[in-house]
């Protein structure tokens, strides 16, 4: 549920080289990034699927994003393994606009956002408008929440602000926006119990559980994984900063209950992207 595709065809990057280098550093990962088409032949390579996209952070970082146009016609080319999610800049004055134009001319699945690295507020109602134009196409929306390694460790963070990530945000945007499904990317440290609070209250609220090792979850995020939020948490990665074999192989130990790693790994996401159990993208896009 989670792959940054952070380079385009024509070799632009999402983020500054210094931010690519700084998190490379941080999570221990390469700094050359894949393209989209790569990116696919990677989790070809793998049996694997995975919603891909890239952060549209213009206003926040004033660093031009690669093309999300990009992204997608790459997906288009390889709807055997990849899902594409848009992202439009919530500071942008035509937010909703584009919005719209990804959606119905680019044929995205999703969106994409991050608000530490956006630099916005989301519960915020200035940005309710492009919400509302998310929802009135049923579409999901993914936010960061908790920690993030860009920016980690360097003097300042980059100016970037981590309460913006604070899952409590994303409260009212739940609400608010009940035909929007929204998924709190990653484990919420250290707001862990606030995002659990969301996911329980709010029926279309999910999780994935994207950019930290199994290993190191919080334990009452592992208890409510197997119980209350088992059908509301999903298998994501965070790649290139964390890989799919990595994930896989410290969930191989995490005390998961057997009856419901298959909804972790796969059976959530299919039933949330509206995707038919053994159908491919191809037949659902």
């Known amino acids: 549920m989670h792959v940054h595709v952070e380079k385009d065809t024509g070799g632009r990057l999402a983020l500054p080289n210094e931010f690519v280098d700084a998190a490379a550093k941080y999570f221990n990962a390469p700094t050359d990034r894949m393209d989209v088409d790569a990116t696919a032949a990677y989790y070809r390579e793998r049996s694997m699927a995975a919603v891909v996209f890239t952060v549209d952070a213009t206003s926040g970082l004033g660093h031009p994003p690669n093309s999300v146009a990009d992204v997608v016609a790459g997906a288009a080319r390889n709807n055997d393994v990849l899902i594409p999610f848009g992202s439009v800049d919530p500071w942008a004055d035509d937010a909703v606009d584009q919005a719209r134009r990804q959606v119905e001319e680019l044929g995205v699945r999703g969106f994409k956002f991050h608000p530490s690295v956006q630099d916005f507020d989301p519960s915020d109602q200035r940005h309710f408008p492009l919400y509302g134009a998310i929802e009135s196409y049923r579409l999901p929306a993914i936010f960061h929440t908790g920690q993030t390694g860009i920016g980690a460790r360097t003097p300042g ?16 945007v739940a609400a608010g926006f009940p035909g929007m499904t929204l998924i709190m990317a990653h484990p919420s440290v250290p707001w862990q119990d606030e995002q659990l609070a969301v996911a329980t209250h709010k029926g279309n609220a999910y999780i994935d559980l994207s950019g930290w090792s199994p290993k190191y979850f919080p334990p009452q995020l592992v208890k409510q994984a197997n119980s209350l939020l088992k059908d509301k948490v999903m298998f994501g990665s965070d790649f290139p900063l964390l890989t799919p074999e990595r994930w896989m192989r410290d969930f191989e130990n995490l005390e998961i209950k057997p009856e419901v790693r298959p909804k972790i790994i796969k059976d959530n996401a299919v039933r949330l992207l509206g995707l038919a159990a053994g159908e491919t993208t191809e037949e659902n896009a």
């Open 157 to 172: 963070g980059f100016g970037i602000k981590l309460g913006l990530s604070n899952p409590m945000l994303l409260d009212a």
